[in-house]
């Protein structure tokens, strides 16, 4: 059963979907060459907590960040650390908070100083492929229509979607159901109903859509060692068009 959120509930993650939005802007501001990823996961630490939020990624099954940094082939679950930003990077930011018990999710892929016009495509077409995805989740439509306009428009651009990982309803706990994979054919699962809230997370790849997760237990990189690319929003079905929670 996917959860159906109650008037109250949504105010709850409407509150941590802001802040997840506010975190992602001030990390956005801090990319530049020089840099380290720990420093990033440093900042957003405090950044979270003055917010009056909690790190939902932390200690999640074990997970030792409080963000996930994943640059260039590395597709999701980059843990920070000493790695150095170099100009020329692309690197996904990926950003959960708890707020009142409740949780927002959300990623941006970011340049590092200037990147190749390739890079810069990537990230567009991600970007774009999930603002696809939103429009499709609306009241009365299937699940795997979301599914569909992901896969739909990141093919057309000729990049891949990744399969390993989905998508996730969210609100009282960082991951619920349903999983919504980034492909598939339009008219199956789950009818869209008012009051359901996902987490949409496209992950394009611009080779091979094969993945595999380093020994850290967590890094997930392109099989290929291509470039990938992750956009998430945390969305509400709430009115005609969904309403998108994590913005600032
Ligand atoms: N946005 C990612 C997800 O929904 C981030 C989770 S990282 C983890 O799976 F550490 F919390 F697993
Ligand atoms: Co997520």
């Known amino acids: 059963m996917i959860p159906i959120k109650s008037k109250q509930e949504l105010i709850k993650i409407r509150k941590a979907g802001v802040q997840v939005a506010k975190t992602l802007r001030f990390l956005k501001s801090k990319v530049v060459p020089g840099i380290t990823t720990r420093d990033l996961d440093e900042e957003a630490a405090r950044f979270i907590s003055r917010g009056g939020g909690k790190a939902a990624f932390l200690g999640y099954r074990g997970y030792p960040g409080h963000i996930c940094t994943s640059i260039n082939e590395e597709v999701v679950h980059g843990i920070p650390c000493g790695r150095i930003l170099r100009d020329g990077d692309i690197i996904s930011l990926d950003v959960g908070v708890e707020y009142e018990g409740y949780f927002g999710d959300a990623a941006i892929t970011v340049p590092v100083g200037k990147v190749s016009a390739e ?12 603002y696809k995805a939103i429009d499709a989740a609306r009241i009365g439509n299937h699940l ?9 428009y990141v093919e057309a651009a000729g990049f891949s979607v990744v399969r390993e990982f989905v998508g996730h309803g969210i609100g009282a706990h960082l991951h619920e159901e349903p999983q919504i994979p980034n492909y598939g054919v339009p008219g199956n699962g789950v009818v869209l109903e008012a009051g359901m ?14 993945v595999e997760v380093l020994s850290d237990g967590w890094t997930a990189v392109t099989k290929d060692k291509k470039l990938s690319a992750h956009f998430e929003h945390t ?14």
């Open 144 to 152: 795997s229509d979301v599914s569909c306009a992901v896969q739909q």
């Open 119 to 130: 890079a810069q495509r990537l990230i567009d077409v991600t970007r774009e492929a999930l």
């Open 235 to 248: 969305i509400g079905i709430t009115k005609d068009k969904a309403e998108i929670f994590t913005t600032a």
């Open 197 to 210: 809230v996902l987490a949409i997370e496209p992950m394009v790849n611009a080779g091979t859509w094969k």
